[in-house]
C-alpha cells in the first residue's frame, strides 16, 4: 500500500506540472489569481488518477514482490508450504482498493471534474469580457470572435460595445449595443446588452438580417472553447449516460462517443485488477539471485503495456461499432483469468501452453505385458 500510494502521488504529481505549465496564461493573459489556476488546473487530477492507479497498483506489485525475493523472504515462504493463493490475499486487497479507486473516479470524480471545469472557463470568460480586456481595444478571444466596448462605467458597465462572431464559416454575427453587463444565474454567466441590434450576414445573401432589441442576453458559455461545451460525453453523469435519449440532437449525432464515453467508465477499473494480476503471475514465484527477474520484469512490462494499447485500440472501436463491446470487456477479464489461473495452478497452464505450441511429444501406448512378471 505504501509502495502503491507513493508511485501515484508521484506519477500524478509530476503529469500535474507538466499539464498545469501549459495553462500558466490563466494568470499571465487572462488575469486570475493563483487560487483561480490551481483550481482549475487541480480538477484535472481525477482523470490523471483514472488512467495512472491501475499503473500505480501494477508498480506496487512488482517492487514489493521483488523487493520480498531479494530479502529471501519468498523463498522462505516457499519452503514453509505456502501456496500461491495465500501469498495473493494480501495484493488482491491492494488490488479490491485501487479498482474501487478507479471506479469512484472514473464514475463519479472525473466527470464532476469536468463540469466544474467548464463552469470555471465560462467565469474566466466573464471576467475577461469585464476587468482583463482594456476599454478601447479590440481583442480575439477567440478564432474569429472579436470583442470590444468604448468605456467602462463606474458600476461596472460597459458602453459602446462591438462584439462580432465568425467562427462558423456559414453565418457572421455581429452585435451593437449601447451598454451591457455580466450578470451569474445559477451555474450560467450571461452577457446582457441593452439598446443595440444583431446583423447576422451569411455567404449566399447579400442582405444581412438585422434584428433590434431593447434587452438581449447572450450566453457566455457558446463563447467557450469547444472542449467545454456543454453536452460534451464527459461531462456527463454516469447515470445520465445510462439514460440517455437517443432522440436528443447531441446522442443522434454522435451515438458512439456516448456508447464510448459509459463503457470506457466501467472498463477502467478492470485494468487494475488485470495489471495485478499480470504483477503477481510474473514474480511470486522465488528464484534465486543466480536466475535473476529481470525477463519476467520486462514480459510483465511488455503484457501490461500491451494490454493497455489494445484497451485504447478497443476503446476507439465502440466509437464504430458496438460489437466492439465484447471485445472491449474480454481483452482485462480474459487476461486477469488466464493470470490468476497460472497462480493456482502453473503446471497445468505450461503444459497445456506446451501443447498448443506443440512442444509436447505425443503420448506413446503402453505395449502390452507378455510372461509373467519378474
Known sequence: MGAFLTGLGLLTGVVWVALALRQVDLMSTKGQTLWIFLAVTGLTIPSLVMVIAPIAVFIAVLFTLNKLNGDSELVVMSASGMSGARLLLPFAVLAVFGTAL????????????????????????????????????????????????????????????????????????????????TIETGAQNYLVLEKGSIQRQSPDSLDPVIIVFERY?????????????????????????????????????????????????????????????IAFAALHQPKTTRQGRGVAVAMAIVLALALRIAGFLTAALLVRSEAAIWLAYGLPVSVFVLAFAYVLAPDSVRRLRDRLLGRLPARRSRPAASGSPA
Do not use: C
Not at 154 to 165: A, K, R, S, T
Open 102 to 181: 478507479v471506479a469512484f473516479t472514473s464514475l463519479w470524480a472525473m466527470p464532476a471534474s469536468f463540469r466544474e471545469i467548464t463552469t470555471q472557463l465560462t467565469k474566466i470568460r466573464a471576467d475577461m469580457l469585464t476587468r482583463v480586456i482594456r476599454e478601447g481595444q479590440f481583442v480575439y478571444l477567440d478564432n474569429g470572435f472579436v470583442f470590444h466596448y468604448r468605456e467602462r462605467a463606474p458600476n461596472g458597465d460597459l458602453h459602446g460595445l462591438f462584439i462580432q462572431d465568425r467562427r462558423e464559416p456559414t453565418k457572421t454575427s455581429t452585435y451593437i449595443a449601447e451598454a451591457g453587463r
Open 217 to 277: 442576453a447572450i450566453d457566455l458559455a457558446q463563447f467557450s472553447p469547444d472542449e467545454a461545451g456543454p453536452v460534451r460525453p464527459r461531462e456527463r453523469t454516469t447515470l445520465e449516460l445510462l439514460r440517455r435519449d437517443p432522440n436528443e440532437p447531441a446522442v443522434r449525432a454522435n451515438p458512439g462517443r456516448f456508447r464510448q464515453e459509459l463503457h470506457e467508465r466501467f472498463l477502467n477499473p478492470l485494468y487494475a485488477l488485470a495489471f495485478t494480476m
